[in-house]
């Protein structure tokens, strides 16, 4: 896909990230994970941080001190509170790679479940507790354990497998803005194609360039530091495929819980 694994779109407020780490896959996995996430922090007692993330809509394998879980396909923005000491190793899944570890991703929508992977738990663990080790060097050994797992786990992408990866691909391109540009694009039929959103991702085509283009307003409007209250959202709800101002400003408070202006003044520490 060729995406920046260093960049912070869905994270709505990058500055409160504890120590954070996305770490691109070997390229022989590359067809069935997006990226790995590495999250580490050390708080003060008493001291909490709250992360809210509009999350890609996808997948992930997720090795923290308590177990491995898979995370299915998130619907709304999410949000964690950390405390005390702590990390996790996760990888974002690419379509292809679903099937094989989640059958029903649909079933599973803003939920998790216990990954039955012990041998894998231990040695992550182990790996990113060893202090002897530098940090890079116990994130790189996590990543080549997980990496080990998922080859033996999930096999290579098929032909189904690399349509929906080119669909992904093809759903994050912000000039996209409608289901029935897709079909064209990929030269497939919208049935194949909603079956194959059913199949590996677990949500529907439209709810999907719905999320895309939510994460896009946030980014912009994280960068937007020198607009005033109101200026450029009418201009950025039709650039996103938006009928007018007042469906952008519904939609993007339905999903974050706050208008685009709210959002905007919050980010730049005036709300």
């Known amino acids: 896909m060729g995406e920046d ?22 390229p022989e996995l590359a067809d069935r994970v997006r990226w790995f996430w590495i999250p580490e922090w050390s708080l003060p007692a008493g001291v909490e941080s709250r992360q809210e993330i ?17 995370v299915g396909p998130p619907t709304r923005r999410s ?10 190793v996760g990888a974002l899944l690419r ?3 679903v099937p094989a570890l989640l059958p029903d991703p649909a079933a599973l929508r803003d939920a998790a479940a216990p990954a039955s992977a012990a041998l894998l738990h231990a040695a992550v663990t182990t790996a990113m507790e060893a202090r002897a080790q530098t940090d890079d060097a116990r ?17 290579p992408a098929d032909a189904a497998g690399r349509l929906a990866n080119a669909l992904a691909d093809a759903l994050a391109d912000p000039t996209l803005t409608r ?10 039929s919208a ?33 937007d530091g ?33 208008t685009p202006s709210e959002y905007r003044a919050r980010v730049r520490g005036v709300g």
């Open 54 to 70: 509009l999350p890609f809509p996808a997948c992930n394998l997720v090795v923290e001190p308590a177990g491995v879980t898979i």
């Open 5 to 26: 694994p260093t960049n912070r779109r869905g994270v709505l407020y990058p500055e409160r990230l504890p120590t954070f780490h996305r770490i691109a896959p070997p």
């Open 95 to 97: 379509p292809a790679a």
């Open 226 to 258: 020198a607009a005033g209250p109101g200026s450029g959202l009418a201009a950025l709800a039709t650039e996103l495929g938006y009928a007018d101002h007042a469906h952008f400003a519904t939609e993007f408070r339905a999903v974050l819980g706050l």
């Open 139 to 155: 994130r790189a050994d996590a990543v080549a354990l997980v990496s080990a797992w998922l080859a033996s786990a999930v096999p």
């Open 79 to 88: 949000e964690r509170v950390l405390t005390g000491s702590g990390w996790a």
């Open 179 to 188: 289901t029935d540009q897709l079909p064209a694009r990929l030269h497939a």
């Open 191 to 223: 049935r194949t194609l909603q079956r194959t959103a059913q199949r590996c991702f677990g949500l529907s085509l439209h709810s999907m360039i719905r999320r895309r283009r939510l994460q896009e307003a946030a980014e912009r409007l994280r960068h």
